[in-house]
T-cell receptor, first 113, second 110 residues
């Protein structure tokens, strides 16, 4: 069975600070990895995904994530956060594309102006 | 606009009742997945429909069932509602490497 662990439940940063959110997964086969964001009152949106190829994945709004297979990790990074990045971030793992995607419990990010 | 439409947006039901939630996928998407998101938790996979058949299923009891129609829209049915079924129910449609979520249906069981 696949599982996802997000290390931080709540992160508070000042604007312009750098962000790194941890994500580790457990799965025995070929994985597809995702980061989703949920802004207050809005639906889940895909930030970025890894299916294959370059393990450094660039997503929307300046976010990127690095797939490190040996560490079973897929950490999310952004060099300089903005107040508008305040949201909840979910790491997720799937097998065979979007089949049976398992989500982590989420990290609430609060960016202080 | 995600392109995935769910109805209704909010619903209140009594314990023991049955409920049907509906999802219209984004145009061109042929796969629909359903998730349950309890308060403070990440979405949990219920099941996925492709070509009108249940392709994958998560760890949910048989009280949760679904259907996909020829136009790819889908329904989620929950029988014998329990208080613990109160949650946000999300539908996601996908096609190859693209997937979108709907806004969800907030179900409250009293």
């Amino acid at each position: 069975a696949q599982s996802v662990s997000q290390h931080n439940h709540h992160v508070i940063l000042s604007e312009a600070a750098s962000l790194e959110l941890g994500c580790n997964y457990s799965y025995g086969g070929t994985v597809n990895l995702f980061w989703y964001v949920q802004y207050p009152g809005q639906h889940l949106q895909l930030l970025l995904k890894y299916f294959s190829g370059d393990p450094l994945v660039k997503g929307i709004k300046g976010f990127e994530a690095e797939f490190i297979k040996s560490k079973f990790s897929f950490n999310l990074r952004k060099p300089s956060v903005q107040w508008s990045d305040t949201a909840e971030y979910f790491c997720a793992v799937g097998s065979g594309g979007y089949q049976k995607v398992t989500f982590g419990t989420g990290t609430k990010l609060q960016v202080i102006p | 606009d995600a392109g995935v439409t769910q109805s209704p947006t909010h619903l209140i039901k009594t314990r023991g009742q049955q409920v049907t939630l509906r999802c219209s996928p984004k145009s061109g998407h042929d796969t629909v997945s359903w998730y349950q998101q309890a308060l403070g938790q990440g979405p949990q996979f219920i099941f996925q429909y492709y070509e009108e058949e249940e392709r994958q299923r998560g760890n949910f009891p048989d009280r949760f069932s679904g259907h996909q129609f020829p136009n790819y829209s889908s329904e989620l049915n929950v029988n014998a509602l329990l208080l613990g079924d109160s949650a946000l129910y999300l539908c996601a449609s996908s096609y190859r490497e693209e997937a979108f979520f709907g806004q969800g249906t907030r179900l409250t069981v009293v």
